[in-house]
């Protein structure tokens, strides 16, 4: 199960901080990453971390890069998504996933569990 909390409503530049605690099994080692969905929109990548063998790789949307940054602390068994600099266009509801596989997919398709998303809002 997975949990997702620290959305809010913040202004133009200001930054949040996402956490993503999973319940029932280690993190350590699933490809983890979170998602957003804006309002009439579908469902877009946003970050991901996968284990290589020996560290954690991150993988970043363009629209986010240099802004946002996802972490995991495997003690805590939670993931995090530090928001930056954030833009109104960052709006949307945001949600943790959480892959079985091995490669890393861009694509939420290839995600098999979900938590129940958090909402994001930024004005101007």
């Known amino acids: 199960?997975?949990?997702?909390s620290g959305?809010?409503?913040v202004q133009q530049g200001g930054s949040l901080r996402l956490s993503c605690v999973v319940s029932g099994r280690a993190i350590n080692t699933y490809i983890?990453?979170?998602f957003r969905q804006a309002p009439g929109k579908e469902r877009e990548f946003v970050?991901?971390?996968?284990?290589?063998g020996y560290t954690d790789r991150t993988y970043y949307a363009d629209s986010v890069k240099g802004r946002f940054t996802i972490s995991r602390?495997?003690?805590?068994?939670?993931?995090?998504?530090?928001?930056?600099?954030?833009?109104?266009?960052?709006?949307?509801?945001?949600y943790c996933a959480l892959d079985h596989g091995y490669l890393f997919q861009y694509n939420a398709d290839d995600f098999d569990v979900w938590g129940q998303g958090t909402q994001v809002t930024v004005s101007s």
Do not use: E, F
């Not at 602390?73 to 945001?94: C, G």
């Open 1 to 4: 199960q997975l949990q997702a």
């Open 7 to 9: 959305g809010g409503l």
């Open 73 to 94: 602390d495997n003690a805590k068994n939670t993931v995090y998504l530090q928001m930056d600099s954030l833009k109104p266009v960052d709006t949307a509801v945001y």
């Open 32 to 34: 983890m990453a979170w």
């Open 47 to 52: 970050a991901g971390i996968a284990w290589t």
